[in-house]
């Protein structure tokens, strides 16, 4: 899966965004630490992001995500150490204070970082020098911080006097559930990235988007995003994204598939129907499965040739087949019969009322 470019402008136009987006702004240019605060997966590493995009800082935007920081190996972590510091520090390594020189130390998840270690953090914050492992001179970098935390900072677990470094100024991220008026926007982004790295101009249907904007997404943007990509590939060849396919990736509805090599083989010498009545049309309007309905529609058109279906639905014979099986169904025979489909299994077949028939022979030349 290529990555998606991380640096592109937040999406979304409604007040709540438009206010994040005021403050990126504001504060992006000025040398002072932020605390961004908001849900899991409502984007604050964006935020982040942006403001060092925008900050005129020439260096590196350097990430470190807190709970991931082992409580011995801080120091070492945010200070780096010299050549023979200790037995395998066998060259010297810069730590994430000098990574971020003239540029931006992100601190993901605050929240989670121990408390034993928050004091090494706390000269560094107010301008001091560090002195990496090993040395004794001290190195004065210029960085800036920015924090991002899912929930509120309190004494139980978190140093006050940290907590006043890193909380400048705030910026709030709304979860997905109050800006559902941007959902389309950021859908149509993400699916115009995918487009440009897959090639494959797809677009959901209406009544997709419309599940996709009443949903509250626990998740929020990142879940989204995941619905996006599952929809995307799970769709096929097709240019459509139906509903079906977003409830199955919201609420677990996960399709069987089935291997090629249980599907039978083509047939030749299938029943061809050439024309349908409203009584026939009206049975399909019935069906109440989207998906069933036109897999249904396409094998009255085609005239129950699997494979000619399946070339139009730019999937192979198995994959129709496998798909015929999602739907409940243990073979074909069975969608045939329920749905009166002429059954190209037989040489003769009774049509569905209104419905008229060809039988396509097989030649008898042999070469």
Request: with cysteine; aromatic share 8%; proline share 7%.
């Amino acid at each position: 899966m290529r990555n998606l470019n991380p640096d592109f402008d937040i999406k979304g136009s409604s007040p709540a965004i438009n206010g994040v987006k005021l403050l990126i702004e504001t504060y992006a240019p000025w040398d002072i630490s932020v605390l961004i605060t908001g849900e899991k997966g409502t984007g604050k590493e964006l935020v982040a992001r942006q403001m060092h995009n925008r900050s005129g800082r020439k260096g590196n935007f350097v990430a470190q995500n807190c709970g991931g920081v082992p409580e011995g190996l801080a120091p070492t972590l945010f200070y780096g150490h010299r050549k023979g510091a200790f037995t395998d520090a066998r060259d010297d390594k810069p730590g994430l204070f000098l990574l971020a020189e003239n540029g931006t130390l992100f601190l993901d998840e605050a929240e989670a970082m121990p408390l034993s270690i928050q004091p090494v953090l706390l000269r560094p914050l107010d301008g001091y020098g560090i002195r990496p492992i090993g040395s004794t001179a001290e190195i004065y970098p210029n960085f800036r911080v920015v924090a991002a935390t899912n929930q509120e900072l309190t004494p139980d677990g978190f140093r006050s006097d940290l907590l006043d470094r890193l909380d400048g100024f705030r910026i709030h991220m709304p979860p997905l559930r109050e800006i559902r008026e941007d959902i389309p926007e950021i859908v149509e982004f993400y699916l115009e990235q995918m487009r440009r790295n897959y090639g494959r101009r797809k677009q959901f249907t209406s009544d997709a988007l419309s599940l996709l904007k009443n949903h509250d997404f626990p998740g929020n943007t990142r879940q989204l995003i995941n619905v996006v990509k599952y929809a995307y590939f799970g769709s096929n060849m097709h240019d459509f994204i139906g509903a079906d396919l977003v409830e199955r990736r919201l609420f677990g509805k996960t399709a069987v598939e089935v291997p090629e090599k249980d599907a039978p083989a083509y047939e030749p010498g299938r029943v061809v129907p050439v024309t349908g009545n409203g009584e026939v049309r009206d049975r399909i309007a019935a069906i109440q499965n989207p998906r069933e309905r036109e897999i249904v529609e396409a094998l009255l058109r085609h005239g129950g040739r699997m494979r000619d279906v399946a070339a139009e639905m730019h999937i192979t014979y198995q994959g129709l087949y496998g798909r015929i099986r999602a739907l409940g169904y243990p073979g074909t025979e069975e969608l045939y019969v329920k749905h009166e489909i002429p059954n190209y299994r037989t040489r003769t077949s009774k049509a569905p009322p209104g419905v008229r028939v060809e039988v396509r022979q097989r030649s008898s030349h042999v070469m």
